[in-house]
Antibody, heavy 122, light 109 residues
Framework: QITLKESGPTLVKPTQTLTLTCTFS??????????VGWIRQPPGKALEWLAL???????RYSPSLKSRLTITKDTSKNQVVLTMTNMDPVDTATYYC??????????????WGQGTMVTVSS | EIVMTQSPATLSVSPGERATLSCRAS??????LAWYQQKPGQAPRLLIY???TRATGIPARFSGSGSGTEFTLTISSLQSEDFAVYYC???????????FGQGTRLEIK
């Protein structure tokens, strides 16, 4: 059974750097074809994809946020870490990590964590 | 960046009736299209991937169709638990990345 759980601060100040950790079980990020992504959702708004990382350390970022994001993996700990620099109140959102279903060229997020709410305020 | 446009923004349907939700891509995404259901306070749940393949455990009343730029999610006979917000999502190699639509809220009529 695949599970994922996000952890990190609930409150950050503007200009600070946010670091979120996704701890997962039921799969290994050293296995070919496996990936984990991050998605966020501001209160009452739509989902927004942020970044993803694959078993081979291939990384992809949202073009609009690429300069602020870094995604890494620690295979031994079964963790994926997302950092976002220069946080702003508009970055207030629930942040989700999710397992990526890979079928040929198809990518979909088939298992999601519960999400963690991050508020940006001074 | 590929833009995904969902319509309508809100759909009012009676239980037992059919619901049809649309998603349009600003350029072709082939069949790289997924649909999600989200209920208040919950994480999204994958319903459909590859435009038409139901994810594990998804009831047969949910079906997806389309390719290229036009996609449809159909719920054949609405149950009370189906009233939620639905999102489409595309994946593409170029331009690279993933984008979601703005969502369709399915409400009880």
């Amino acid at each position: 059974q695949i599970t994922l759980k996000e952890s990190g601060p609930t409150l950050v100040k503007p200009t600070q750097t946010l670091t979120l950790t996704c701890t997962f079980s039921g799969f290994s990020l050293s296995t070919s074809g496996v990936g984990v992504g991050w998605i966020r959702q501001p209160p009452g708004k739509a989902l927004e994809w942020l970044a993803l990382i694959y078993w081979d350390d291939d990384k992809r970022y949202s073009p609009s946020l690429k300069s602020r994001l870094t995604i890494t993996k620690d295979t031994s700990k079964n963790q994926v870490v997302l950092t976002m620099t220069n946080m702003d109140p508009v970055d207030t959102a629930t942040y989700y990590c999710a397992h990526i279903l890979v079928v040929g060229m198809i990518r979909a997020f088939d298992i999601w964590g519960q999400g963690t709410m991050v508020t940006v305020s001074s | 960046e590929i833009v995904m446009t969902q319509s309508p923004a809100t759909l009012s349907v009676s239980p037992g009736e059919r619901a049809t939700l649309s998603c349009r891509a600003s350029q072709s995404v082939s069949s790289n299209l997924a649909w999600y259901q989200q209920k208040p306070g919950q994480a999204p749940r994958l319903l459909i991937y590859g435009a038409s393949t139901r994810a594990t455990g998804i009831p047969a009343r949910f079906s997806g169709s389309g390719s290229g730029t036009e996609f449809t999610l159909t719920i054949s006979s609405l149950q009370s638990e189906d009233f939620a917000v639905y999102y489409c999502q595309q994946y593409n190699n170029w331009p690279p990345g993933i984008t979601f639509g703005q969502g369709t809220r399915l409400e009880i009529k």
